[in-house]
C-alpha cells in the first residue's frame, strides 16, 4: 500500500529494490544488468514478482486503523 525497499538475491550478490506505492501482488519488476549473462558476458535483466502479505491477525487498534481508512474510499 505504501511502498517499501526490499533486498533481492540476485547472481551478484543481494540488491535493494524499491516497491512502488500501491504496487499489486504478483507484479514484475525488472533488475536491470544483474540476470544470466548472454553470449558476449553482459548480464541481462533479472525479474522479480511482487508478493503482498496481509497480516492473518489485527489488533483492535489497527482493525480501527484499517475501519477508518476504508472510510476515507480507499
Known sequence: LLGTTAEVPTLLGHKKVKVPPGTHSHTKLRLK????????????????????????????????????LRETGI
Do not use: C
Open 33 to 68: 544488468g544483474v540476470g544470466i549473462p548472454d553470449r558476449s558476458g553482459r548480464n541481462g535483466d533479472q525479474l522479480v514478482r511482487v508478493l503482498v502479505k496481509f497480516p492473518s491477525r489485527l489488533t483492535e487498534d489497527q482493525t480501527e486503523l484499517v475501519k477508518k
